[in-house]
């Protein structure tokens, strides 16, 4: 339905005044006629194309295609570059970065002459974070992902990036792969442009984009090559422009219902873990209540349809060929929201109604699932005060309910040190414990919660083991891993008391994570602790550790959830 509202971008553009003047005539160098500034819709295309990203250097190309289909609506397209996070590149790691990320894209578009906005996304962080700061200013948004890289290839096999890195202590020291094997790995799991194409965090981010509404209906598995990726681009350029004229911003669209909506959506697909932790953090933007607690009650129950690795055997171009999201989407339409809108209008429900699926081996149905009960788990307990989590459906069936001897590391460095020394006192049958991951603690809580075994125990053949932290998992990788203690270490958890030689109980049915310490003994050591040297002491980093909340909350600074609006309060003058 058209609006009749101003324009946001005429408090810059359409004035008479000095400043009006101002703005045009700066424009003006960059070669725009006189009706550009005349009441077209202002469209913010928000890139987060980096070479340093390399899952995002495609995105220029992707952004000009856009730009087509916001000049044929009758907008005005900007392409403005923010920050962009490389997932295998940027050190410590990105989720250190998520927050600034998105205070970047918040303020870049509240201080601009912007109606609308396009996120251009594609590696796992560029997707919340964009999300994140584009809720704080709440304009009509619409999300473009970059797509998925084409299968990856091996002598025959398909190989899925990501999933393949937490095989190569076992491939070259158990399986003696050469250099030049691995060598032909790195290549035949890179064949395109795009973001990781197993069902890791940046499809899994994807998947959350469209099933909150926020894509046209089937963008999330487009290949970054395929050519219908740069139509899906297109479309989205001339919707963009509608949007505005409708005034169908974010809040209209990311309501309780969408969260819950993605929350089933993800337990589907066999999500990553870390879809609980950025979506807390979106939802927190806008303030739409949501609990860590129910990502159990609404997802744990859901059965997996998708047969994506890690868990699975086939990758997201199999999943674009099968049908896509829309598929899952009608599939699931007895558990989800059906009338909750989406950045076209229509509904959820309207949008993928006419949804085929052409592969169930890749797609299976409700009625016949690859598993029951494939969402996250919420684990509370002593250990984990205020919740910790598990995907069962990436664990070991023989593990879920196990108790074990702790082996503990109080630190990354640490668990380097010692973890293959052949004297290290430990067993299949032990629980790894890693400290000092969390959000304060490494700063920026790492994907490590999935270390690798002990290389003894993995020339004994042994697989998998328990694995206790504070930090976060790669989507590409699975095990029987409690992930986002909270409280963390750093701060003080239980976590933080935990010493060799601890029995630990993890009973996933039960949701139950304890740690067999009697109150009295674990109050002494906690008499004794003294909290770590904290790991920054200016800039970002030391404002990031004095303001990330824990996990259980999304991980995202106390000073930026909720939002401002896109009100500027005051002219440049
Ligand atoms: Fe970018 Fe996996 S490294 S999506």
Redesign the pocket.
């Known amino acids: 339905m058209r609006n009749n509202k101003k324009l946001r971008s005429a408090d810059w553009f359409g004035k008479s005044d000095k400043m009006g003047f101002v703005h045009r005539s700066w424009f003006r160098t960059q070669g725009y006629p006189d009706d550009y500034f005349q009441n077209k819709p202002v469209i913010g295309i928000c890139n987060t194309w980096s070479e340093l990203?390399?899952?995002n250097g495609h995105l220029r190309d992707i952004a000009e295609v856009v730009k087509r289909g916001v000049i044929e609506a009758g907008g005005f397209p900007l392409e403005f570059p923010v920050t962009s996070l490389?997932?295998?590149v940027m050190r410590p790691t990105t989720m250190l970065f998520r927050n600034l990320a998105s205070m970047d894209v918040e303020e870049s578009i509240r201080a601009n002459p912007i109606d609308g906005v396009v996120l251009l996304t594609?590696?796992?962080k560029t997707t919340p974070s964009t999300i994140m700061g584009a809720c704080s200013v709440d304009l009509p948004t619409i999300v473009v992902p970059g797509g998925p890289m084409l299968n990856g290839r091996f002598r025959g096999e398909c190989i899925g990036?990501?999933s393949f890195n937490w095989l190569i202590k076992e491939k070259q020291n158990v399986e003696n792969y050469t250099a030049a094997d691995i060598n032909e790995v790195e290549i035949g799991v890179a064949r395109s442009q795009g973001?990781?194409m197993t069902m890791?965090?940046?499809s899994t981010m994807a998947c959350m984009a469209e099933s909150l509404g926020l894509t046209l209906p089937g963008a999330a598995a487009i290949p970054a090559v395929d050519a219908r990726k740069k139509v899906m681009a297109q479309l989205s350029g001339r919707r963009i422009v509608e949007m505005v004229r409708e005034d169908l911003k974010l809040s209209r669209i990311l309501t309780r219902a969408a969260f819950e909506n993605a929350i089933v959506i993800n337990s589907a697909i066999g999500g990553s873990s870390n879809f609980i932790i950025h979506l807390l953090a979106i939802a927190g933007r806008l303030g739409v209540p949501l609990t860590l607690e129910d990502f159990d009650a609404i997802g744990s129950k859901v059965p997996l349809l998708l047969n994506l690795k890690p868990s699975g055997k086939y990758l997201m171009e199999d999943f674009y060929y099968a049908g896509g999201l829309p598929v899952i989407i009608k599939e699931m339409q007895s558990w989800l929201h059906n009338k909750a809108i989406t950045v076209n209008g229509k509904s959820i429900s309207d949008n993928s109604a006419v949804a085929t699926c052409y592969n169930n081996d890749v797609i299976a149905t409700p009625a016949a699932p690859l598993q029951q009960n494939a969402g996250m788990a919420v684990l509370k307990g002593n250990l984990c005060e205020n919740g910790a989590v598990i995907k069962p459906s990436a664990a070991s069936p023989h593990l879920l309910k196990h108790r074990g001897r702790a082996v503990v590391f109080e630190n990354i460095e640490d668990y380097h040190a010692r973890i293959d020394d052949p004297d290290l006192d430990i067993d299949e049958h032990c629980i790894i414990v890693l400290k000092g991951v969390g959000p304060v603690g490494y700063p920026g809580m790492p994907e490590v919660g999935n270390v690798d075994l002990p290389l003894k125990l993995l020339q004994k053949g042994v697989k998998d083991m328990v694995r206790i932290s504070d930090g976060r998992m790669s989507g590409?990788a699975g095990g029987t891993v409690v992930l986002h203690v909270s409280p963390e270490s750093s701060i003080g958890g239980v976590l933080a008391l935990v010493q060799n030689g601890d029995m630990i109980e993890l009973d996933v049915a039960a949701r139950k994570l304890h740690l067999d310490v009697p109150v009295e003994e674990l109050t002494a050591r906690k008499a004794q602790w003294q909290s770590p040297t904290p790991m920054a002491t200016r800039g970002y980093v030391k404002f990031y550790i004095d303001h990330v909340q824990q996990a259980h909350l999304g991980a995202d600074l106390d000073v930026l959830r909720g939002g401002s609006g896109s009100e500027v309060v005051r002219d440049l003058h």
């Open positions: 990203t390399p899952c490389g997932e295998t594609g590696c796992d990036s990501g973001h990781c890791g965090t940046a590409t």
